[in-house]
């Protein structure tokens, strides 16, 4: 009897392959149709220095096509590339390897082919115009040492994560701001299923190709983006200087059916990709939208000797471009409602920065997470050795007056050269929920909640 229910389950877990069900607005571990990877770091000075690895897998029979956008740590698109899955598939993807040595993946129904397994639809596979998934440039200049991406256009993305002046995509601007001086790149991923290879991305960049369609589009056939949830993956970060690696599942982003009028409401606030085009609510991409409010834990003392970092990736509302460098983009720094840390013992301080904006703009860096990829030190913001930290991550610009801001946390726990762990905050309020909840007395109500303004103007 045992071994006949587990074949069942097995079964069953194979044909649900294509259709996961799950409660939009609420961030769940289960298939998705855009995958983020919130934050990602790279050492481009050492290779024995902190690398970020993720993985991208098809939860269905039928093959797929994703399309990868990493964005800076100012949310500019710097690089894309297209990776086909057979059915049931799997890709890791080295950050440091695309970005130090222009090494992407390698994936394709065509030469090479992708390898197709026993439980792959051998009837969907095809994707006849797609060929050379894997070199998503024209670029002369491939096979010249610098992988696929050629020396002039890698040395070119790499003075970009630097914070330097792009002399090749953005002539003349820049497109990040420096982590560590400039030996760090950062940022953050996306991962969305598409109906064909393309360079097409989800705000546009001028690479766009003009004969295809747009990226999404409202029952568009020649759009580029697809609703079924079939996307699943996790990521690490590994650090062999450290002696240790940390990881966590992606953020899955579940599509709404667009045909679901009850679904398509969920978000109503504003979907996912709603920074892309703000003239309607949601979006053509019916992606769910994230978190706005969080609660983390952090230990500073002798448990975790390496203290604790929280990775936070925030919305600036705006669709991001290169900018003048030696200057920012209006949006920057993003402010936040309110954040409040806790020891074990509910005692509680303020954290001296800015909660309200507009910000000064003297230092705009002494904020709590001011970039739209933010890494922080809690040794840098608490004082008590253990407790949890209270994150409202709307804007607010006065005593009541807030903007939905949709954010993701994660946190991570370092015992240095022992072990390590990471994982999600817990969210507290989610964007889809129209109020934003400060904590404090307020007459008979605590924690006192104000209706919040979308952040696209309606």
Known sequence: MKKLICCFAVASLLALGGSAIAELCSIEAAPAATLLLPYFQVDLDNDNGVNTIFTINNASATAALT?????????????????????????????????????????GNGEPESPVGPFSDPDGNSYPDCTELGFPYDNDNAGDGCGELGCTRLADLQEILRGNESDY???????????DGGSIADGYVTVDLVRDCTLQTPCGDGWADPDQGPYFGDNDPTAMGLYDNILWGDYFFVN????????????????????????VALL????????????????????ESLGTTFAAHYFLNAQF?????????????????????GSTPGWYPIGQAQVVVFDEYEDTEIPDFCQISPCPPEDPEDKFAPREANIIDMADIATFEAGWIYMNLNEQFGAGEYELRQNWVSQYHNAEGRFSVGYSAIVISDFCENTS????????EFPEQWPAASPYGW
């Open 169 to 179: 995509i953005y002539p003349g601007d820049c497109a990040a701001l420096a982590t």
């Open 268 to 287: 109503a606030n504003g979907s996912f990709y709603n920074r892309c085009d703000d003239s309607f609510a949601p979006y053509y991409d019916y992606r």
């Open 437 to 444: 909840v400060e904590l404090g007395e307020s007459g008979d």
């Open 305 to 325: 000797t390496g203290g604790t970092d929280l990775t936070v990736w925030r919305d600036s509302t705006e669709d991001g471009t290169p900018f003048s460098c």
């Open 67 to 107: 399309h990868v956008v990493v964005w800076s740590n100012m949310s500019v698109e710097v690089l894309d590339f297209n990776v086909y899955l057979t059915g049931y598939d799997m890709q890791a993807i080295s950050l440091g390897l695309a970005l130090k040595d222009g090494l992407l993946p390698i994936t």
């Open 240 to 263: 062999g200087g450290e002696n240790f690696a940390q990881g966590d599942n992606l953020v899955h982003i579940q599509s709404a059916n667009p045909d679901n009028q009850a679904e």
